[in-house]
């Protein structure tokens, strides 16, 4: 039963746009929802958080949106450069001690 | 943040032995968590590494197939006992302080079961 779902295993975007990456959870429960970045041969780099009580949260480029009532959040890279080409993972809080992880979108940023 | 050494890095086992990963945290952390990365699968928890007694296991997961030590609020081991084919996989340490709702990770351990 996974409770924390990326659909898109894959995404390409051109130097400068914008880069969406998507989540879905099922999970009503959540506590905080967090994006980690992951580079080859590295473990997963902690990006950007919300809390379930907040719709929005902007660090930098990096955006995230919280959509409870869809169950949806997502995060924006505006511009999007070639070195955050790498796996995003999504990952759910609950209990503040456990983590859910979605499978990962592979983001490719083309010069 | 914390600094985290995970190692080996990587290695390359035969089947039916066992391989032990070490982590070592840069300053003490109550909670410390091993998880499992399968080819394009998303991370699992593996079990939660409790300092001065047993760890607690996820579903699927056995502690004669993954001892987990964890001796002080800096180290932990987790051994993959009579390994397969099928545990080949990226295994990853994490920790987590009081209070922080992040996670951070090591490098993560690549093992390639022959």
């Known amino acids: 039963d996974q409770q924390v779902k990326q659909n898109s295993p894959s995404l390409s975007v051109q130097e400068g746009r914008i880069s969406i990456l998507n989540c879905d959870y099922t999970?009503?429960?959540?506590?905080?929802f967090l994006w980690y970045k992951k580079y080859p041969a590295e473990g997963p780099t902690f990006l950007i958080s919300?809390?379930?009580?907040?719709d929005k949260n902007e660090d930098g480029r990096f955006t995230v949106f919280l959509n409870k009532s869809a169950k949806h959040l997502s995060l924006h890279i505006v511009p999007s450069q070639p070195g955050d080409s790498a796996v995003y993972f999504c990952?759910?809080?609950?209990?503040?001690?456990?983590?859910?992880f979605g499978s990962g979108t592979k983001l490719n940023v083309k010069p | 943040s914390a600094v985290i050494s995970q190692k080996p890095s990587r290695d390359i086992c035969q089947r039916g032995t066992s391989l032990t990963i070490q982590c070592q945290v840069d300053?003490?952390?109550?909670?410390m968590f091993w998880y499992r990365q399968q080819p394009g699968q998303s991370l699992t928890l593996i079990a939660t590494?409790?300092?001065?007694?047993?760890?607690?296991?996820e579903s699927g997961f056995v502690i004669d197939k993954f001892p987990i030590s964890r001796p002080n609020l800096t180290f932990s081991t987790l051994t993959v006992s009579n390994m397969s084919p099928e545990d080949s996989s990226i295994y990853l340490c994490?920790?987590?302080?009081?209070?922080?709702?992040?996670?951070?990770f090591g490098q993560g351990t690549r093992l390639t079961v022959v």
């Open positions: 919300i809390s379930s009580i907040k």
């Open positions: 990952a759910a809080l609950i209990n503040f001690n456990k983590f859910y």
């Open positions: 994490s920790v987590q302080r009081t209070g922080d709702t992040e996670a951070f």
């Open positions: 999970n009503s429960m959540f506590d905080y």
């Open positions: 590494a409790n300092q001065g007694s047993e760890a607690t296991y």
């Open positions: 300053s003490q952390v109550t909670m």
